[in-house]
């Protein structure tokens, strides 16, 4: 392969990119994070792990092209690939800048430069970039839903960066990704990440811009705040059921479903289904009964002690076979427990059987 480069510049590039790629690959940070480039350092964790063969270092690192695109800025161009009975296999393949200072090479994502002649709008705290048209009504929406969210988890003043990507494969590509097999097969997603209360979000979904989904907002939104290492997943699902729906349905639209569920199950054992994961369908969709027992869970401790309960719900910790971390939390705050768990649960659907409309 052909370096545009001397060779002591060689040296320092193949040497500081051999340290860039071993810290990001190992899921390691840095102090002053790039916001721009944190979406393609988290594509980096642990990118040579095979969970087929469970190797941590089967794929390995080959640096393909180099070009130069500045006096001082390459493109690179490199792949992660492992040979198994002789037949190579392509895990991942990445672009990256790459910035030299005298004798030190920074590496970064080509997302702001393949941005860095697009449209730009700002609504309340969102900047939103765009290439070409943006639906002002649904900008519009979009950043009064962003705000709801933010003062659900105290962060009044969080920026939002949401970048426009015509379907996933075109958010890859803008981030740095040229492929990657864990997407395979993937049209529509999106990629967030967040650095000093600011947010970036690269959407690559169906419909008009900005286009997003109520539900995975919240998501996105809590992990600004909250590890996920602590959060609990019915809790949060039931947060994002009450919020933001699910599927395409509104919360009132899935309660509407549930209560069938309610009227056709009248001595149901609500602790045991929670526990079990049973599910029930909305249309052709299946929603877990723990998310929706827990969003009128949540509904309740945020009318009578607030969002910061909630909060303290969220992060009891993951959930585990018998939820008792969760019992647990839920007893402290609510004081239902595994003992009065069904009696509790039926005392609160007896009145969403003629629900009122929530607001934000």
């Known amino acids: 392969m052909r370096f545009p480069m001397n060779f002591n510049s060689k040296l320092f590039l193949m040497q500081d990119l051999n340290d860039f790629l071993n810290l990001y690959t190992k899921g390691g940070s840095v102090a002053q994070p790039d916001l721009m480039t944190m979406p393609l350092t988290d594509e980096l964790n642990d990118i040579k792990r095979s969970e087929t063969l469970q190797n941590p270092t089967f794929f390995k690192a080959y640096l393909e092209n180099v070009?130069?695109?500045?006096?001082?800025?390459?493109?690179l161009q490199l792949s992660f690939l492992g040979v198994k009975d002789g037949t190579p296999i392509l895990r991942a393949s990445f672009n990256l800048i790459a910035k030299q200072n005298i004798d030190h090479f920074i590496f970064s994502s080509p997302l702001q430069k393949n941005i860095q002649n697009w449209k730009r709008e700002?609504?309340?705290?969102?900047?939103y970039i765009f290439p070409d048209s943006i639906d002002k009504t649904k900008?519009?929406?979009?950043?009064?839903?962003?705000?709801?969210?933010n003062a659900k988890i105290n962060v009044p003043g969080q920026q939002t960066v949401f970048i426009k990507a015509d379907n996933f494969p075109d958010a890859l590509h803008l981030i740095g990704v040229n492929y990657k097999s864990d997407y395979a097969g993937y049209a529509y997603n999106s990629l967030s990440d967040y650095s000093k209360n600011k947010r970036i979000v690269i959407s690559g979904r169906m419909g008009k811009f900005p286009n997003y989904d109520p539900h995975d907002t919240w998501h996105e939104k809590l992990r600004t705040v909250m590890s996920d290492s602590v959060i609990n997943r019915p809790v949060d699902e039931g947060c994002a059921y009450l919020f933001g729906g699910s599927w395409g349905f509104s919360w009132?639209?899935?309660l509407d479903s549930f209560k069938l569920y309610v009227n056709q199950h009248p001595d149901a054992d609500w602790l045991t289904l929670y526990k079990d994961g049973d599910k029930f369908n909305t249309g052709i969709y299946q929603n877990g009964i723990a998310n929706i027992l827990n969003a009128l869970l949540v509904q309740k401790?945020?009318?009578?002690?607030?969002?910061?309960?909630?909060?303290t719900l969220l992060?009891?910790?993951r959930r585990e076979k018998g939820d008792a971390n969760?019992?647990?939390?839920?007893?402290k705050i609510t004081g239902i427990t595994e003992?009065?768990?069904n009696k509790e649960i039926d005392k609160l659907l007896k009145p969403n059987r003629h629900v009122s409309k929530q607001t934000h």
């Open 67 to 75: 070009i130069l695109l500045g006096d001082t800025s390459y493109f």
């Open 122 to 127: 700002n609504i309340e705290n969102i900047t």
């Open 139 to 149: 900008a519009s929406a979009f950043a009064s839903l962003d705000s709801f969210y």
């Open 252 to 254: 009132f639209q899935v």
């Open 301 to 311: 401790i945020q009318q009578e002690k607030g969002f910061p309960a909630v909060m």
């Open 315 to 317: 992060s009891c910790g």
């Open 326 to 331: 969760y019992f647990k939390a839920l007893g």
């Open 339 to 341: 003992n009065n768990f």
